[in-house]
Antibody, heavy 128, light 107 residues
Framework: EVQVVESGGGLVKPGGSLRLSCVAS????????MNWVRQTPGMGLEWVSS????????WYAESVKGRFTISRDNAKNSLTLRMNSLRVEDTAVYYC?????????????????????WGQGTRVTVSS | DIQMTQSPSSLSASVGDRVTITCRAS??????LNWYQQKPGEAPTLLIY???SLQNGVPSRFSASGSGTDFSLTISSLQPEDFATYYC?????????FGQGTKVEIK
């Protein structure tokens, strides 16, 4: 079964740090871009960060750039999100998500990406 | 960033009803549009990718269409297990962005 499982969430004070982990199974982890997506009642679903299959490229939402770091260990099928300088507005459920390419657009050559599967999520609460 | 706007935000329907949800992008995204279903307490799951392609295992009562900026998701005959929140997502460019969700409730 293809699955990803997150861990590491918890309660942290503003300005604090937290490390989220995700372990993948059931697929060749090293072949896929991986993402972190968070969800809050107010903001809905928000993409946070992505990392290339090899780990040599990373992308971040403006809201977390400079504070969060995504990384992966393909030998251990694991994905990590290090979160520093946490803010109240970072409070959310954080999902680890695999990104797959369905196929490529004939005209543009761009990939039709899809997010599947999602982990069950890990809750991060930033509060004093 | 590309803004995704869904309508309605919520709707009430009965089992057996035909339901349509729309999603509008703030700029042209061709067919780079996915739909997800999220049930309470669960993670989102992929329903539709590339605007109209049904993900493996998703019932055929789900269908979707659209291109450019306007998209729709239709459930032909609502089943009890379909009461959930539905999200659209564009993957045309980074950052990928989601609609605010449409909650389908039991009438």
């Amino acid at each position: 079964e293809v699955q990803v499982v997150e861990s590491g969430g918890g309660l942290v004070k503003p300005g604090g740090s937290l490390r989220l982990s995700c372990v993948a199974s059931g697929f060749t982890f090293s072949r896929y871009v991986m993402n972190w997506v968070r969800q809050t009642p107010g903001m809905g679903l928000e993409w946070v960060s992505s990392i290339s299959a090899s780990g040599d490229q990373t992308w971040y939402a403006e809201s977390v750039k400079g504070r969060f770091t995504i990384s992966r260990d393909n030998a251990k099928n694991s994905l990590t999100l290090r979160m520093n300088s946490l803010r109240v507005e970072d409070t959310a459920v954080y999902y680890c998500v695999r990104e797959t390419v369905a196929y490529y657009d004939v005209l543009s050559g761009l990939p039709y990406n899809r997010f599947d599967p999602w982990g069950q999520g890990t809750r991060v609460t930033v509060s004093s | 960033d590309i803004q995704m706007t869904q309508s309605p935000s919520s709707l009430s329907a009965s089992v057996g009803d035909r339901v349509t949800i729309t999603c509008r992008a703030s700029e042209i995204i061709n067919k780079f549009l996915n739909w997800y279903q999220q049930k309470p307490g669960e993670a989102p799951t992929l329903l539709i990718y590339a605007a109209s392609s049904l993900q493996n295992g998703v019932p055929s009562r789900f269908s979707a269409s659209g291109s450019g900026t306007d998209f729709s998701l239709t459930i032909s005959s609502l089943q009890p297990e379909d009461f959930a929140t539905y999200y659209c997502q564009q993957t045309y460019n980074t950052p990928p962005t989601f609609g605010q969700g449409t909650k389908v409730e039991i009438k």
